[in-house]
């Protein structure tokens, strides 16, 4: 089974927090072994069950979500959107595999959401990752957003610069040209440009 699998079940196993857990736990990781269609229900049936822990909905959403399991959609949506960041990485993992026309709609929605900056993170490479319609136009008004001094999420900014570049879409050179004033975006934004064929002439950037 893949390394995220096995790093997202060790991080859920320092939850639990009874023995009850500890079965509930059990139970996922062997419908995950077997991998049958009725295994996949009783899974789909976790991520809407009344009271459930998050835990619980996480491994399951992962598990049906890398399997190309629409039903998945609506949690990992919600973990991709979470306040603790392994949390969205591992959501944008099963997304990136699932496979769902959705998700590039709501990894832009949440990219683009200037209230949800802190959490942009994954969402904004996930967008390059899927490669996407929405990709590029969601990541340029990210990054536009983001170009102020002093920003203090420099780190989304530095993914969209990266996610442009590996993209290849000549849009992106108006807000890749404007990222490379920004000291800490400098260096990405010039191999971005690179990337797209625009090449820094010799003393552009030169003070007088």
Request: net charge neutral.
């Given at each position: 089974m893949e390394d995220e699998f096995h790093e997202l079940t060790d991080r859920v196993r320092a939850e639990l927090r009874s023995p009850q857990d500890l079965v509930a736990y059990e139970r996922l990781l062997g419908l995950a072994r077997k991998n049958t269609t009725a295994g996949r229900e009783e899974l789909a049936q976790v991520l809407t069950a009344v009271e459930r822990p998050l835990w619980a909905r996480e491994i399951a959403a992962f598990i049906l979500g890398t399997a190309g399991d629409r039903r998945a959609f609506e949690t990992l949506v919600l973990l991709l959107n979470y306040r603790d960041p392994v949390r969205c990485a591992t959501a944008a993992h099963a997304l990136g595999r699932l496979g769902d026309p959705r998700t590039a709609r709501a990894a832009a929605a949440l990219a683009t959401n200037p209230l949800r900056t802190a959490y942009a993170l994954h969402p904004v490479r996930l967008l390059a990752e899927l490669r996407a319609p929405e990709s590029v136009p969601a990541l340029i008004a990210t990054l536009e957003r983001l170009l102020t001094p002093h920003n203090p999420y420099w780190r989304v900014a530095l993914?969209?610069?990266?996610?442009?570049?590996?993209?290849?879409?000549?849009?992106?050179?108006?807000?890749?040209?404007?990222?490379?004033?920004?000291?800490?975006?400098?260096?990405?934004?010039?191999?971005?440009?690179?990337?797209?064929?625009?090449?820094?002439?010799?003393?552009?950037?030169?003070?007088?």
């Amino acid at each position: 089974m893949e390394d995220e699998f096995h790093e997202l079940t060790d991080r859920v196993r320092a939850e639990l927090r009874s023995p009850q857990d500890l079965v509930a736990y059990e139970r996922l990781l062997g419908l995950a072994r077997k991998n049958t269609t009725a295994g996949r229900e009783e899974l789909a049936q976790v991520l809407t069950a009344v009271e459930r822990p998050l835990w619980a909905r996480e491994i399951a959403a992962f598990i049906l979500g890398t399997a190309g399991d629409r039903r998945a959609f609506e949690t990992l949506v919600l973990l991709l959107n979470y306040r603790d960041p392994v949390r969205c990485a591992t959501a944008a993992h099963a997304l990136g595999r699932l496979g769902d026309p959705r998700t590039a709609r709501a990894a832009a929605a949440l990219a683009t959401n200037p209230l949800r900056t802190a959490y942009a993170l994954h969402p904004v490479r996930l967008l390059a990752e899927l490669r996407a319609p929405e990709s590029v136009p969601a990541l340029i008004a990210t990054l536009e957003r983001l170009l102020t001094p002093h920003n203090p999420y420099w780190r989304v900014a530095l993914a969209c610069v990266e996610g442009l570049g590996a993209l290849g879409d000549r849009r992106a050179v108006p807000a890749l040209t404007a990222a490379r004033d920004h000291p800490r975006l400098a260096a990405a934004a010039a191999a971005s440009l690179a990337r797209l064929g625009v090449q820094e002439e010799p003393g552009e950037r030169a003070g007088p």
